[in-house]
T-cell receptor
Framework: SQQGEEDPQALSIQEGENATMNCSYK?????LQWYRQNSGRGLVHLIL?????REKHSGRLRVTLDTSKKSSSLLITASRAADTASYFC?????????????FGRGTSLIVHP | KAGVTQTPRYLIKTRGQQVTLSCSPI?????VSWYQQTPGQGLQFLFE???????NKGNFPGRFSGRQFSNSRSEMNVSTLELGDSALYLC???????????????FGPGTRLTVL
């Protein structure tokens, strides 16, 4: 089963609105990352938040992490049509001397112009 | 820096054949990971190579194998292809250092494999 699970599976909003996606995970983590994937392409790293951090910002992105609830949220403010993509959270599990990101199934975001 | 490149971008094979996919990581990156992405299973980790050694392996059958060369370029091979192997295969590179930004992965555009 997937370590991280995003919610909702799909989100449709108008340009200018905010988009919030949530991620829940099961085991203790070292860090959590959010990625974006445009249709059929590779993933683009958006932001990494460590287990000892509670909030992080990057441009229009705001990520929160609640380790007690094993959950994270990604907020995209003032969304644009170009934000249309799938968004994945990835939790890092320690293995073999490195940390392997385990991805959820993603949230499909559509931003209507 | 040039990004991660994957070749070929598209591939069509028939059942029973084998296939080799190639990935060139970002210059200086020593870790290369491979993922399989399908609509049904999502993104699943295949394996990771670091300095020519397989460091981690996902839960895939032995038909899936890989290797890494001294220049960090990596190949993955799938033998005896099955219809269910049709997927987008993604390669990701990172510095491979434990913790911190060493976890950030840079993905290539993927190879779309179709098995007929």
């Amino acid at each position: 089963s997937q370590q991280g699970e995003e919610d909702p599976q799909a989100l449709s909003i108008q340009e200018g609105e905010n988009a919030t996606m949530n991620c829940s995970y099961k085991t203790s983590i070292n860090n959590l990352q959010w990625y974006r994937q445009n249709s059929g392409r590779g993933l683009v790293h958006l932001i990494l938040i460590r287990s000892n951090e509670r909030e992080k910002h990057s441009g229009r992105l705001r990520v929160t992490l609640d380790t007690s609830k094993k959950s994270s949220s990604l907020l995209i403010t003032a969304s644009r049509a170009a934000d249309t993509a799938s968004y994945f959270c990835a939790t890092a599990l320690a293995s073999g001397g490195s940390y392997i990101p385990t991805f959820g199934r993603g949230t499909s975001l559509i931003v209507h112009p | 820096k040039a990004g991660v490149t994957q070749t070929p971008r598209y591939l069509i094979k028939t059942r029973g054949q084998q296939v080799t996919l190639s990935c060139s990581p970002i210059s200086g990156h020593r870790s290369v990971s491979w993922y399989q992405q399908t609509p049904g299973q999502g993104l699943q980790f295949l394996f990771e190579y670091f300095s020519e050694t397989q460091r981690n392996k996902g839960n895939f059958p032995g038909r899936f194998s890989g290797r890494q060369f001294s220049n960090s370029r990596s190949e993955m091979n799938v033998s005896t292809l099955e219809l269910g192997d049709s997927a987008l295969y993604l390669c990701a590179s990172s510095s491979g250092l434990a913790g911190g930004q060493g976890n950030e992965q840079f993905f290539g555009p993927g190879t779309r494999l179709t098995v007929l």
